[in-house]
């Protein structure tokens, strides 16, 4: 059975009532017919049938024991970092999502939990930087936002010789392209209010664990702590998942085409994009992802902040907003926006130049997003080029893009 067959029908019809969609159970608590004698749910935050459903559906689609699902991608973040404790360490991608550089420093630092920032690209720094204290070892492939790939098996097996947990923040890839847990991983998380939700009208989060014993442990942590996923939301994020596979084909084709279009355009300097051959981890991201995602990146020749700004204030289709993974395309300047909370000399060192841009390729039209970008490369930078040559080649790059399935 393909893949897609199996995520529909990983969504089970009730059945109580037989309803194909999930039913939403909007309560709190359950009655008990005697006190803890009940139908397996006794209190909403601990346990609610919609949001198992979920959990239930993400870990099959990780191929891992226990999902859990949290109000969003940081609760989801601060649940595995609850698992450590005073003097432990993190050994983290350095080119990190900007919310959890900061869960990490700002707030676990006062509790004794250090982290060591490491470009995760080359698994030597792994070995090199790991200590007696590392107990996890933090990943994000591809990263948000220089799109750098790690090598996921090549790092569990350091993770797993050094004794220590290996997490991957799969947010950018999604369970459709790529799977840590078959790969080494011990624990994957989503911020699951980008390709899973697929919309943009929700926050979520989500982890999974191999193993059911540390899932149990997150669990726990889970009811503990209280920052649970409603109802409606672990509904929006089924339906999201419903059609996850052919959004991310979409995605990934016209990714391609954009990520193309930029490569040959003068006023670009760095294109950022798992797929192209230029990227120095392509082999590795085809190793071990079905496809390159639909994040891409650049730099514009002029590295300032104000012509990035000049960019991204220019674009039609491509509006102006945090976030990625939904069926409208997004651009945002990190520098500005997601990783502001990092030091601008961090963030550059970790290759967040000033200029860099960011896009999220929607669901438009590829042709119609090429055609938006080189309009506002003509407003800012009055360099026109001629695409005719990309355009022509959409369809080609449409059959071939997602084919290692
Ligand atoms: C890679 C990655 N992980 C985690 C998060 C945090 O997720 P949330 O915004 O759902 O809390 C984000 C948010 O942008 C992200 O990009």
Known sequence: MSTATQLIHSIPVDPLTGAISVPI????????EAPGVNKGYDYARTGNPTRAVL????????????????????????AIVKLLKSGDEILAVDDIYGGAFRLFTNVYDKFGIKVNFVDTS?????????????????????????????????????????????????TFASPVLQQPIPLGADIVIHSA?????????????????????????????????????APFDSWLVIRGIETLHLRVKQHC????????????????????????KTHPNHAIAKKQSKGF??????????????????????????????????IKSLVSHPANMTHKSIPAEKRRAAGVQDSLVRLSIGLEDAEDLVADLEQAFRKVVGQATNNGGILSNIETVLENNFTNQ
């Open 253 to 276: 084709a016209s990714a391609q085409i954009v990520a193309e279009f930029l490569e040959q355009h003068p006023a670009v300097d760095k294109v950022f994009y798992p797929g192209l």
């Open 55 to 78: 959990e239930q559906l993400i870990a099959q689609l990780e191929k891992g024991a226990v999902g859990i699902a949290f109000a969003s991608g940081l609760a989801a973040i601060d």
């Open 293 to 326: 995602g639909g994040i891409v990146s650049f730099t514009l020749k002029e590295d300032t902040e104000e012509a990035a700004v000049q960019f991204v204030t220019q674009t039609q289709l491509f509006k102006l907003a945090e976030s990625l993974g939904g």
């Open 122 to 170: 080359d698994v030597e720094n792994v070995f090199n930087a790991i200590t007696p204290n590392t107990k996890l070892i933090w990943l994000e492939t591809p990263t948000n936002p220089t799109l750098k790939i790690s090598d996921i098996e090549a790092i569990a097996k350091v993770a797993k010789a050094s004794d220590c947990l290996l997490c991957v923040d799969n």
């Open 25 to 32: 159970y909007q309560t709190s608590t359950f009655v008990q």
């Open 193 to 229: 209010t980008k390709y899973l939700g697929g919309h943009s009208d929700l926050i979520a989060g989500l982890v999974v664990t191999k193993e059911k014993e540390l899932g149990d442990k997150i669990k726990y942590i889970q009811n503990a702590c209280g920052a649970i996923l």
